[in-house]
C-alpha cells in the first residue's frame, strides 16, 4: 500500500519530538489564542522561531504545505475577501472593486494567523506518536466526568489507524470502476452511490473482522496506562513559553 | 497430553444454517496440524470456537483441560490467531504499538509489555520497523507483524487461517519459515487451508473437512487418495506418487 499523506508522525530525535505531549498540546491552544491577537513583527518572531523548530526536527515543510494545497485555496479566498471588504482609501479602483491599503494589512495578517496554526498543528502531529497523542488526550479527559477516556482513546487510534486503509479501499473501488468505463455515467449522483455503496459495505466488514482480531488478542477496556512522564526540559520549554507569551503580548 | 478437546461441538448460525455438526477431536501438544476443505467447508467456524469468538450451540471445547468459556482471557492468551486478512488483524497504529496491544490488555507493567514486544519483532525480523505505520508495510511483512503479535501474548497454540492468501513467492517462504521455527520451539501449530501444496509436506496430521464435518483425519500420506472428491486439490507431488517436497527446500 503506498504512502498516502506527509501529514503524519515522523521519527527523529529533535527538541519538538522529545517534549512531553501534553506539555505540547498546552503550547498549541495557548500560542494558537495568542497568536489571533498578535500583529506582524510578533508574528514575524513567533513563526520565524517555528519554522526555526521545525528545520531542526528535520521536516518536510513543503510536502506537508502541498498536502495542505486546499487549504492554501482557502486561505487565497480568505484573503481575497478580506482584500475588497476593508474600508479604507482606494490604492486600486476598478469599477465596482476598490483595494485598500487597511484591506490588503487585514487579508495578509489573517491569513498569515491562519496559516500559522496549521504550521504549529504539522509540527505536533509529525513530532508526535499518534499513540502519545492519544495517551495525551486520555490525560486530559480523565477528570472530565461522564467521558469515558480510554474509549476515546481507542477509538481515536483506531480512526488513525484505519483512514488510510478506507483511503486505499476507496481508491480500489474507484479504479475498479473506471476499468468499467464509470465514467462515461456523467451523473454525480449516480457515480458518487457506487463508490459509497461498496466502500461503507468493506469498511462494516472490516470493522467486524476487526472486532474479532481484537477479541481474539484479548481486549478489555481495563489496559495497561499509557506511559507519560515529565523531564527536566519539558519544565525548562515551559517556562521558555511562558516567558515568550508575556514578550509577545505585553 | 491434549492441549484441545472439542467434544460433540455443533454450531447453527442466527440465521439457523449450520456451521459445524458434531465435531470430536483431540489435538496433542505440540503437533502440526493442517485443517484442509474447500470454502464454506466450516474450518473458520471450527477455530473460532477456540478461543471464545464463536461459542458452541451444543457441545464443549478444553483448552489443556479447561472448557474456553469457563476463563476466556485465559482461552484468549493460550490460542493465538492469525486471520486471513492481516490488514484488519492490525489495530497499532505504529508496528511497536501493535505488538503491544495484547500484552496491554494483559495488564502486564509497561517494563515488561517493552520485553515482550522487542523479542516478539526480533524473532519475526521486524525490529527495524519498530516505528513504522503498519498501512506501509508489504503484505508479508504485514503477516509477520500479525504473528508478532499473537507472539507478544505468549500463546501455546497459533492458529493460522489461510496464512498463504495474496502472498508472492518470498512472501509464503518467509511465512512458512516462521511457522515452522514456531512449530520447532514447541508451539502446537493449526493451519487451515484449501491449498496443500505449500504447507503439507510439514504437518504432521491432516483434517479434512467438508459441509461443517469431518470427514477424513490422519497422516496426510494415508488419507490423500481420494482428496479430491472433497473439493482440495491433491499436491503435485502427491499426484506424481513422490513424497511431499517443502517450499522451503
Known amino acids: ?250 | 497430553m491434549n492441549i484441545i478437546e472439542f467434544e460433540n461441538l455443533c454450531h447453527r448460525f442466527a440465521d439457523g444454517t449450520s456451521g459445524i455438526e458434531d465435531i470430536n477431536l483431540n489435538i496433542r501438544e505440540g503437533s502440526f496440524v493442517v485443517i484442509a476443505g474447500p470454502n464454506g467447508s466450516g474450518k473458520t467456524t471450527l477455530l473460532r470456537h477456540l478461543n471464545g469468538l464463536l461459542t458452541p450451540t451444543s457441545g464443549i471445547v478444553r483448552l489443556a483441560g479447561i472448557p474456553v468459556e469457563q476463563n476466556l482471557l485465559r482461552a484468549r492468551q493460550l490460542v493465538g490467531m492469525m486471520f486471513q486478512d492481516a490488514d484488519s488483524q492490525i489495530v497499532g497504529e505504529t508496528v511497536y504499538e501493535d505488538v503491544a496491544f495484547g500484552p496491554e490488555n494483559l495488564q502486564l507493567d509497561r517494563s515488561k509489555i517493552r520485553s515482550r514486544v522487542s523479542k516478539a519483532l526480533e524473532l519475526v525480523g521486524l525490529s527495524d520497523f519498530a516505528d513504522q505505520r503498519p498501512h506501509l508495510l508489504s503484505g508479508g511483512e504485514k503477516r509477520r507483524l500479525a504473528i508478532a503479535g499473537v507472539l507478544a501474548m505468549e500463546p501455546r497454540v497459533i492458529v493460522f487461517d489461510e496464512p498463504f492468501s495474496n502472498l508472492d513467492y518470498p512472501g509464503v517462504k518467509q511465512v512458512l519459515r516462521h511457522i515452522l521455527a514456531l512449530h520447532q520451539s514447541g508451539h502446537t501449530i493449526l493451519v487451515t487451508t484449501h491449498d496443500l501444496e505449500k504447507i503439507i509436506a510439514h504437518a504432521d496430521r491432516m483434517i479434512l473437512m467438508q459441509n461443517g464435518k469431518i470427514i477424513k483425519d490422519g497422516i496426510p500420506a494415508d488419507i490423500m487418495t481420494d482428496i479430491e472428491a472433497f473439493g482440495v486439490r491433491k499436491p503435485c507431488a502427491f499426484r506424481l506418487g513422490l513424497e511431499a517436497e517443502s517450499w522451503l527446500s
Open chain 1, 1 to 250: 500500500m503506498a504512502e498516502l499523506t506527509s501529514f503524519s508522525y515522523q521519527p527523529g530525535d529533535s527538541l519538538l519530538h522529545h517534549i512531553d505531549v501534553r506539555f505540547k498540546i498546552l503550547f498549541i491552544i495557548l500560542i494558537s489564542l495568542m497568536c489571533l491577537n498578535l500583529y506582524f513583527l510578533e508574528l514575524g518572531i513567533l513563526t520565524s522561531l517555528l519554522l526555526g523548530l521545525i528545520f531542526h526536527a528535520r521536516l518536510s515543510l513543503i510536502s506537508g504545505l502541498k498536502e495542505l494545497r486546499y487549504f492554501l485555496i482557502l486561505l487565497f479566498l480568505i484573503f481575497v475577501a478580506r482584500l475588497l471588504s476593508d474600508d479604507g482609501p482606494p490604492i486600486i479602483k476598478l469599477r465596482f472593486v476598490s483595494v485598500s491599503i487597511q484591506g490588503l494589512h487585514s487579508g495578509i495578517l489573517v491569513c498569515w494567523r491562519l496559516a500559522f496554526i496549521v504550521i504549529l498543528g504539522f509540527a505536533f502531529i509529525s513530532t508526535t506518536r499518534p499513540s502519545a497523542i492519544k495517551a495525551g488526550v486520555q490525560w486530559f479527559l480523565k477528570p472530565v466526568p461522564f467521558i469515558p477516556e480510554k474509549k476515546v482513546a481507542l477509538m481515536m487510534g483506531l480512526i488513525l489507524r484505519f483512514i488510510p486503509v478506507i483511503f486505499y479501499q476507496a481508491g480500489e473501488i474507484a479504479d475498479a470502476q473506471k476499468a468499467r468505463g464509470v465514467e462515461n455515467r456523467k451523473n454525480p449522483v449516480y457515480r458518487l452511490t457506487k463508490l459509497a455503496l461498496p466502500l461503507m459495505r468493506r469498511t462494516f466488514e472490516r470493522a467486524d473482522n476487526l472486532v474479532a482480531a481484537m477479541e481474539a488478542r484479548g481486549f478489555t477496556e481495563n489496559r495497561t496506562d499509557p506511559e507519560l512522564a515529565l523531564h527536566k526540559r519539558d519544565w525548562i520549554s515551559l517556562v521558555a513559553v511562558c516567558f515568550l507569551s508575556i514578550f509577545l503580548m505585553f
